[in-house]
Every structure is written in C-alpha cells, then in structure tokens.
C-alpha cells in the first residue's frame, strides 16, 4: 500500500510474540479468514453488534468490508484503527483502538477478537497491552476504556491484568434479548502500574494528525 498516501499503513506495533498493523489487502484477506474460520463458541454471542451470527463466507466479506470502512470513514474527530494480529508471521485476529474527539477527550476504547484456533495462548492479553500502549505512549492518552458481556470471564480476566477498574454496568439489546457488560476504565497510573509487555511503535510520527494527537504529546519511547 502506498503509505505516502495513507501513512497508518506504516504504523507498527511490536511485541515478542506480535506485530499490529494496519492489513493491506493481502493480509487483509488472511484476516477474514480468520474470522470466517470462527472467534467464538457458537453457543453464545460475545458481542453487542452480532456479526458473527452469520455463515462463514458472510463473516469473511464482512470482515473484508468492515475493515476498509474503517479506512474510507477515518476523519481526527471520529477514527477506529482497525489492526491485524500476526503471531509469528500468521495472521491470529484483530485489534480496535476507537476514538471520538480525541484532541479534546484524550479518551480511547479498544475492541477485539481473537481466532479460536489462537485462544489460550495469552495472545489476547498481549495484543491489547500493545494498543494500549500506542494510546498512552504513543497518542498521550488520559483514559482507555472497555466492556464485556458479564458471562465473558476472558475478556474481563484479560482487562484485570492489565489494571482496569470496574465502572459500572449497562444493558444492551443483542438478537433481542437483554444482556448485561461491565464498563472498565483504565487511566495512565494503573496502565503504568500494570505494564508487563515491551512494546515497541514503528512509524507513528507522520501519522500523529491523522489521530489529533498533534504535535504538544509525542511519547517518549516511540521509534
């Protein structure tokens, strides 16, 4: 892909295991796959928009789409990062970092899914601890949050680790029943109590505007 034109193309995050990229095409192939291929356990929906409730080919295209939506939509005031996982070179899952506002919250979410032959691993774990360490380090994020379905104990026990706070509950309507997730919340000094993953950012400079992050929070381990 031509960065000169769109840069996040070459931003990359880096960890022992992992690197976190923005997909080209090909790659972006390999993460429908991915996703047609199952995330979750069919008996239960993890998440509050049900894409995966859907045949794999319409998971695949959907993934397909979805992620260049991110790319065609993306505006400072309102973007979703949307990065493929690789693991030792295989495309594994996706990782989220979302904003709204950015330059005046400095507050970021994150969102994932992880391919269930990768589960069990400690993969999702690092992957998250990566973005989050873009959004702080990188960006000069104040806060980060989450959220998970109440009978989702792996995604939550991975927000533990990494220092969120529960903060409070909501209710969603999933395929027309009520479900219950926690909020979770995590600001700079717990993310910095809780790092354990070295983490390394490639190529965030020419991409800082394009986050509203401007130029007054650089981070201070950035490459």
């Known amino acids: 892909m031509e960065e000169h034109v769109w840069p996040l193309y070459g931003l990359r995050i880096t960890t022992p295991r992992l690197e976190l990229g923005l997909p080209d095409l090909a790659g972006l192939v390999r993460l429908a796959g991915v996703a047609a291929a199952g995330v979750h356990d069919e008996a239960r929906m993890p998440f509050t928009v049900p894409w995966t409730d859907a045949p794999p080919r319409e998971r695949e295209r959907a993934t397909f789409q979805q992620v260049l939506g991110t790319v065609a ?3 400072p005031e309102a973007w979703t990062l949307s990065l493929a996982v690789r ?6 899952g996706r990782q989220d970092l979302c904003a709204d506002d950015f330059s005046v919250t400095r507050e970021a979410r994150t969102g994932s899914w992880l391919g269930l032959a990768h589960q069990g691993r400690g993969i999702g774990t690092e992957m998250r601890a990566a973005v989050l360490h873009l959004a702080f380090e990188g960006l000069g994020a104040h806060c980060v949050t989450s959220a998970a379905m109440t009978d989702n104990p792996a995604s939550r026990r991975v927000s533990d680790k990494l220092g969120y706070r529960f903060d409070g509950v909501y209710v969603a309507a999933v395929q027309g029943s009520a479900r219950t997730l ?3 919340r995590l600001d700079r000094a717990d993310w910095e109590a809780h790092r354990s993953v070295p983490v ?3 190529g965030l400079e020419p991409c800082r505007d394009l986050f509203g992050a401007g130029d007054g929070l650089r981070g201070q381990a950035v490459l």
């Open 200 to 202: 390394e950012i490639h």
């Open 73 to 75: 939509a993306w505006r």
């Open 87 to 92: 693991c030792e070179g295989e495309v594994v």
């Open 182 to 184: 926690h909020r979770l």
